[in-house]
């Protein structure tokens, strides 16, 4: 009969999966530093994450948007560096404020003697919607494009009196 108090409890066991032979001890790593090369190798070609299947996405940058609260009005500004005013388009909403831009281009080079081309095309493209807020005057909207700064001043709308019941006195 064996003796309960040199076993460990179940409770005390790690978990594991894992075969306990003494020779196997390292043979895990053995395998990682084998295919480590490999797998550095292959990477590119099978990445998990979307941009290894749309590459310009890994060049694609956000522009920097602010809305400011000034007081009497709200000032919108979007950084679009290579946008002019054409390429640009701001639609108003009763809620929101919508922008989109977009842009492209395509050039060819020929090689000399008339051996070979190259041709190349290009595609920039933006669009964000922006909620504004309850007291925003959306029929008064105006805005400017500027070095690639789009500036909106969007008014507020007139406070509102605020609506009390009164009693009035019968004579």
Sequence with gaps: M???????????????????????????????????????????????????????????????????DRGDHFSLTAELPGYTKDDVVVKVGPNGVELSAEKSSKSETKGKDAKGSYQSASRSYFHQYLSLPEQADVDKIGGTMKNGVLELSIPKLAPRREEKTRRVDLK
């Design 2 to 68: 064996t003796d309960k108090k040199s076993q460990p409890s179940e409770d005390a066991r790690p978990e594991s999966n894992a075969l306990a032979l003494p020779w196997a001890a390292g043979i895990e790593s053995l395998f990682e530093d084998v295919f480590k090369p490999f797998d550095q190798f292959m990477q590119p070609f099978f990445r998990s994450d979307l941009q290894s299947l749309f590459p310009g996405l890994a060049n694609a940058r956000q522009p920097n948007l602010e809305l400011q």
